[in-house]
């Protein structure tokens, strides 16, 4: 069994930026793939962004393309987003997830329910 905790949110102003990590402890376990979501209040968790084991596939929803970066260093157990021109609808609850099989195919990257590992979340707060 893997343990997820995420750190590295906080509360910023608009047009800044935040880096969030989220570090892998626990029972020795391969992590796969490896993905960020968000639930902002009254919303539904949403996506946000995903990287395969290797590093070599990464996806990003549309609203992050171009303003997040998605990384991860194996040897150290670690998963990290940088986010950066933060705007108010970016506030909400980011989970790590992680899944300890590989990926069938692409869109699995984007499910909640192809991630058997959840992280506690940690608050983005963008303020303007």
């Known amino acids: 069994q893997a343990q997820l905790v995420e750190t590295g949110g906080g509360l910023v102003q608009a047009g800044g930026s935040l880096r969030l990590a989220c570090g892998v402890s626990?029972?020795?376990?391969?992590?796969?793939?490896m993905g960020w979501f968000r639930q902002a209040p009254g919303k539904e968790r949403e996506f946000v962004a995903a990287?395969?084991?290797?590093?070599?596939?990464?996806y990003y929803a549309d609203s992050a393309k171009g303003r997040y970066v998605i990384s991860r260093d194996n040897a150290k157990n670690m998963m990290f987003l940088q986010m950066n021109s933060l705007e108010l609808n970016d506030t909400a609850e980011y989970y790590c997830?992680?899944?300890?099989?590989?990926?069938?195919?692409?869109?699995?990257?984007?499910?909640?329910?192809?991630?058997?590992?959840w992280g506690q979340g940690t608050q983005v707060t963008v303020s303007s």
């Open positions: 990287i395969s084991r290797s590093g070599g596939s990464i």
């Open positions: 626990g029972r020795t376990v391969t992590i796969h793939a």
């Open positions: 997830a992680a899944a300890k099989v590989g990926f069938p195919n692409p869109g699995a990257f984007y499910q909640m329910a192809s991630y058997e590992y």
